[in-house]
């Protein structure tokens, strides 16, 4: 089955209600990588309970709505879909417990012709079920590989912002665990391309790949380590192009460059010489 553009477009998805308690907003900052030394205290106070806080790179796991574009009359190729971008703003720092309702919707759906994919942009809303507070927005893109030439619209997605050609301001190198994308779907993504051999050898690729959301979580963790001294309230909005797969057990650097409020960035995986994650922007405070 092909995809069918206005049915895509105007896709229900429904609400998602979700529960969360301090052992997940831990779990989530472990999966990222935070606690790697036990002894820092920056990184403590997200993986141990007194004073725990949330990492504002956590706000896209709430309201996660799942593979939806798994089901069958969507005309999306499963096997062949990885995460293209990403894009998060913090509206008020996320509680460290409760429960949030996430709204989300297809907001633009690109055809870039046969043989050359497609790429489907979702928005979800996230707000506080108790007082229906915003907590954050986020917006994300589905490059899908083997569903291009649909006849759909030809657009030109997410304007995508420039990395200076400079040296950059500042370097934080944040190693992954071997079993780091095993440790992270149990924030909510249980994609089999992250965990089946098999499964990943179909969608192309060497062995499971670390989940798109998990690099982002590890660029959050560069930035909020080296532009904000782990207080995360310092970070406002990050967004980034997936550009390369990341393995797991693999070390990603994070070059940042600053211009007042905004750090530009991107990570690369020294050991093979790939941009994973490009055309960073960040706001702090």
Not at 112 to 126: D, M, P, S, W
Not at 262 to 275: I, L
Request: hydrophobic letters at 35%; aromatic letters at 8%; one cysteine or more.
């Amino acid at each position: 089955m092909t995809i069918n553009y206005e049915k895509l477009l105007n896709w229900q998805i429904p609400a998602v209600e979700q529960t969360y308690s301090k052992r997940d907003t831990i779990l989530y900052a472990l999966g990222v990588g935070l606690g790697a030394d036990p002894c820092d205290n920056g990184q403590l106070k997200f993986v141990y309970e007194p004073q725990l806080q949330a990492l504002p790179t956590m706000s896209i796991t709430l309201g996660y709505p799942g593979p939806w574009f798994a089901h069958p009359d969507t005309g999306i190729t499963r096997t062949h879909t990885v995460h293209g971008e990403q894009i998060f703003v913090i509206h008020q720092p996320l509680p460290v417990e409760g429960t949030i309702v996430g709204t989300n919707k297809v907001v633009s759906l690109i055809d870039k012709g046969e043989g050359r994919g497609a790429v489907l942009y979702t928005e979800c809303t996230v707000r506080n079920k108790a007082d229906n507070a915003l907590l954050s927005t986020w917006t994300s893109s589905l490059f899908c590989r083997a569903d291009g030439g649909f006849g759909g619209p030809a657009g030109a997605g997410m304007a995508q912002h420039p990395i200076p050609d400079q040296a950059a301001d500042a370097v934080c190198d944040l190693p992954t665990l071997p079993q780091a994308a095993l440790i992270y779907r149990l924030s909510g993504d249980y994609n089999p391309l992250h965990a089946d051999p098999a499964y990943a050898q179909r969608a192309g690729f060497k062995a499971p790949i670390l989940h798109g959301r998990c690099t982002f979580g590890v660029a959050g963790h560069a930035l909020v380590k080296t532009m904000c001294d782990y207080d995360p309230a310092r970070l406002k909005s990050m967004q980034g192009r997936f550009s390369s797969p990341v393995y797991p057990g693999e070390t990603i650097r994070t070059e940042m460059w600053r211009d007042g409020n905004v750090v530009s960035f991107r990570s690369t995986v020294p050991a093979r010489g790939v941009t994973v994650l490009n055309n960073g922007r960040a706001e702090i405070t």
